[in-house]
Every structure is written in structure tokens, then in C-alpha cells.
């Protein structure tokens, strides 16, 4: 009989978990194989469809109109969308299950269609989904860092041959945020720059990207997870972490000050 924590582990998956509960879930895989191998599966699964699936993004239009007829379909509920791995059962919306028949291949080509096709509704701010989803997967696929380092220079010359941009990548060890390293990510179609702290037990994603004019948000907060934007030259910044609000703005400050006064890309 599957864990019950199935549906949990999903969920932390997913980036539904707040940083509390995401805790206490990892703690449960370190003893639960049956979770582990569902995670396994997952990561699997996502590997697959970032490979091999083709992608085409809806234009604002159409995702409105379809996220419209959704809610118009669930009576004006919240459309849950989940898929079928292994032998599981999952939710898929409107409260019906799939569970049982799919495995190996077969439940691996259904999630992937599951995924590739269920439309929600967009966040109320994009970019912090994106930035969020660009955390997630950095600590979820173990692709935290691509270039391993504290000195400055040996990353930001590392940027220089991998992204459209090279920000600022200072090791503000004295004042609790290590320099761990930097990695190449995307972040709304731009490739973004990522230099990577820890502040404690903390991860902290400072992302840069070339600026495009589009309004940034100041600060936002997201199932459990922290964000502040800026702006400096030519370049965009946005910062992510499950720290504290004022331990995110005082790395921003520390990046500004290391930016000097209008360095660039």
C-alpha cells in the first residue's frame, strides 16, 4: 500500500510546500523508500519532458481565455491539476482520480502529456513564478552550481563565457552570506546570471539578467519563499530565499554597493 505521505511529496515537488512543511518532508524521505522512489520517479519525469517534450508558450490571450474556461468548467473552483506515476493515484481535477493501470513507460508518457497540457491559470506576478520555479529546480536537481568558488575571480569571468550578462559576484563572507558559487539559468526567456549564497542554512539565488524595460516587482512572498527585485545599469536583479525579509533586503544592499555606481553587463 503507497506512503501517505504520497500526496505530501508531491506537493513538495511541485514548490507547494511552505519552507516549514518542506522540512518536514525531506526528513520523511531520509526514512521512506516508497516516497523516495515517488520523487525519484518525478525528477525523472521532469528530466523527460525538459528533454524531449515540445514546448510553445501560449500568448496571454489564449492562456487567459483557456484558464477562463476552466474556472467556468469547475463552477469557479481552483482547477488542481496532478499526475499518475508508477501505480499511484493522483488527483487530476474536478475530483477525479486516475490510479492503478499506468506504470513504467506508459505512466511516464501520461504524465508528461499531464504536465505538457494542464493550463492554470497564470500567478498574479509571472516573474516571481519564474524566479521561483528557477530556485526550485536548483535545489531540486542538483544543479545548485555550475562553477564552485568564493573568489570573485573565478566566477564573474565565468559568467562572461556562459551568460548574456556577468553581475557582480562578491564573497560578503564577513557579513554571513558565503559566496558558494555561480550557474547559467533562464529566467522570462533571458539567460539569466546566478550567483549562489548560503546565509546560514539558507540557499540564496541573486539572478541577473540583461534589463528590458518590463516594471519589476520591489519585494513579494510565495509559499513560504521570499523575493526582492532591483534594478542597477543595465542589468535586472532579482534575489530568492526562504530566509528572513530583512536578511534578503541586506544582501541586496551589500550587491548594490558592489555594483558601484552604474556598472553593467
Not at 92 to 121: Q, Y
Not at 170 to 194: E, P, S, T
Request: glycine share 10%.
Amino acid at each position: 500500500m503507497p506512503c501517505i505521505e504520497g500526496l505530501r511529496t508531491q506537493e513538495y515537488f511541485d514548490g507547494e510546500l511552505d519552507a516549514s512543511a518542506s522540512v518536514e518532508v525531506e526528513r520523511h524521505l531520509e526514512t521512506c523508500a516508497d516516497c523516495a522512489s515517488l520523487l525519484t520517479e518525478l525528477e525523472a519525469t521532469r528530466r523527460l519532458i525538459r528533454e524531449q517534450a515540445p514546448y510553445h508558450r501560449a500568448d496571454d490571450t489564449l492562456r487567459r481565455r483557456i484558464a477562463d474556461g476552466l474556472r467556468r468548467e469547475d463552477g469557479g473552483r481552483p482547477s488542481v491539476r496532478r499526475f499518475v506515476t508508477g501505480n499511484r493515484l493522483f488527483a487530476t481535477g474536478n475530483g477525479r482520480f486516475l490510479s492503478g493501470a499506468a506504470s513504467g513507460s506508459a505512466a511516464t508518457a501520461l504524465a508528461a502529456a499531464l504536465v505538457v497540457f494542464a493550463v492554470l491559470p497564470p500567478p498574479s506576478n509571472p516573474l516571481v513564478g519564474e524566479v521561483m520555479n528557477a530556485h526550485l529546480r536548483s535545489m531540486m536537481s542538483d544543479h545548485l552550481v555550475d562553477v564552485v568558488s568564493s573568489d570573485r575571480h573565478t566566477v564573474k569571468p565565468w559568467f562572461a563565457g556562459h551568460t548574456d550578462v556577468s553581475p557582480p559576484a562578491v564573497d560578503f563572507a564577513d557579513q554571513g552570506y558565503k559566496l558558494v558559487g555561480g550557474r547559467a539559468d533562464y529566467v522570462d526567456g533571458h539567460r539569466a546570471a546566478v550567483v549562489v549564497y548560503r546565509h546560514g542554512a539558507h540557499v540564496i539565488n541573486v539572478f541577473a539578467w540583461a534589463r528590458d524595460g518590463q516594471k519589476l516587482p520591489a519585494t513579494a512572498s510565495r509559499n513560504g519563499y521570499r523575493f526582492v527585485f532591483w534594478r542597477h545599469g543595465n542589468l535586472d536583479f532579482g534575489a530568492v530565499s526562504d530566509t528572513g525579509p530583512d536578511e534578503l533586503l541586506s544582501l541586496e544592499r551589500l550587491v548594490q554597493k558592489a555594483s558601484g555606481p552604474e556598472s553593467g553587463a
